[in-house]
């Protein structure tokens, strides 16, 4: 019987890879916390679950989680062009992701911009913003379930 070598490489794409999962986890439900959606059908009455009808602390985990996506997202991009360039290829489901995950951090950038104090946007561009940042989402969960079923990888091997 013969051990394998753990590859260091290896291992650091399984915990990216769960870091992301978990920190996409959190975004879409204290997305959805945001909303009153958890208070008006009940859900926030099942014990433990309380804390998603409490506004400030949604908002406050969703920054929280955005900080860490952006982490993640700026990691995967420098590592991808700096060190995996020649040996991985972004798919063509990859790049749809991407893009919608660019328009995804970019509105919700732009919103946050907004709830800065003296902020000047527009009541007609934030009405735009909160639309786009919506389904864009919605957008990006109907397609990661897609690639999800199809099998389909963001990257493949050169």
Known sequence: MRLQKSNPSKIQNHLIRYFYLITVFFLVLTGFGQMPIFKRYYIADIPGFGWLARFYVTHYIHYLAAILILALVTYSIIDYLI?????????????????????????GILLVIRNLEGSRLEAGFIIFLDAAHLGLVMTFLMVAAYCLVRKKRWVTQQ
């Open 83 to 107: 060190l995996q360039k020649k040996q991985i290829r972004v798919t063509a489901s990859g790049y749809v992701r991407g893009i919608i995950l660019a328009g995804i951090l970019i509105s």
